[in-house]
């Protein structure tokens, strides 16, 4: 249960690994700045004085959030599938994005989940690989592992593998094929459900500012002058999100500033298409923040 008696919201992050930075970078765009950040303390403070971040493993943020230690967490959803531990879904962050896999030698002639049956499968998620096995009615050993996984079959201690993979490329360098996919995970972020009530208003303030820097990602914002004539053929080329914003030019009453949000990919051929479509003077400017 969330601690009553503490004073902060409290933000779970994870403390090191491929998704660590990233989030950080996300908290600064969104506006939570974090002091002390570098030196990695186990509780920094933030500009906003009701709000610190928590530094902690991965697999511990589902259960430091369940418990109360935490108000809210971010982490991958492998994690809190691996814990099983009582937290609300609030947000996906979309962001490392990763496939939990039943994978085996590409040479064992193995290819269902019910071919394993009486096998030994390596793996660092033992909860959801079991549950995986259980709902298949098919019984199976574990060898626990720490890291590595995918050397197990060749060292001859498994018949098969449940990791994570993004890519998939560990495991052709080590000469495994995917039979199953588990889980499809990404980075989430979790609330104790106890503070889901008594810190709403916190919680989607902070919520807002993190799906805002989400909803930025890769688009940007154009800005151009067009002859009033020139509007509906501007208008047909830049779509924008609802539509181009189109305002008055108060110098020129046969001008218009039209602006709008595009994909940031589309900025390449849109330019060209623009300039002879009749803009002018067009700027093309990063969003932080898209908040819709």
């Known amino acids: 249960m969330t601690d009553e008696t503490r004073e902060h919201l409290r933000l779970a992050i994870p403390n090191k690994g491929r998704i660590s930075d990233p989030i950080i970078d996300l908290l600064e765009k969104g506006g939570l700045h974090l002091h002390s950040s570098s030196s990695r303390k186990l509780i920094a403070p933030t500009c906003d004085p009701a709000v610190e971040v928590l530094f902690a493993r991965p697999i511990d943020i589902p259960e430091y959030v369940a418990n109360g230690a935490a108000d809210l967490g971010i982490t991958g959803r492998d994690m809190v599938r691996e814990r099983g531990s009582p937290v609300t879904e609030i947000l996906d962050m ?139 053929e501007v208008s047909e080329v830049l779509p924008g999100l609802g539509g181009p914003t189109v305002m008055d030019v108060a110098s020129d009453g046969s001008l218009v500033a039209v602006h709008a949000v595009v994909d940031e990919e589309r900025v390449y051929q849109l330019i060209t298409r623009l300039r002879n479509a009749g803009a002018k003077d067009i700027l093309v400017m990063p969003i932080d923040r898209l908040i819709r």
Request: charged share 25%; net charge negative; proline share 3%.
């Open 94 to 232: 979309k962001m490392g994005s990763a496939n939990l896999v039943l994978a085996v030698p590409e040479d064992s002639g193995i290819t269902t989940a019910e071919d394993l049956a009486g096998k030994r499968i390596a793996t660092e998620f033992p909860r959801t690989t079991e549950e995986f096995f259980r709902e298949r009615g098919v019984e199976v050993s574990f060898f626990p592992v720490g890291g590595a996984c995918e050397a197990t079959p060749y060292l001859g201690v498994a018949d098969a593998i449940v990791d994570l993979t993004s890519s998939g490329t560990t495991l052709k360098t080590n000469h495994l094929v995917i039979i199953e996919e588990i889980l499809r995970s990404t980075t989430i972020l979790i609330g104790n459900n106890t503070a889901m009530e008594t810190r709403r208003d916190k919680i989607d303030e902070i919520t807002l500012a993190l799906d805002s820097v989400i909803s930025a990602r890769g688009k940007c914002y154009l800005m151009m002058n067009v002859q009033r004539d020139s509007l509906d």
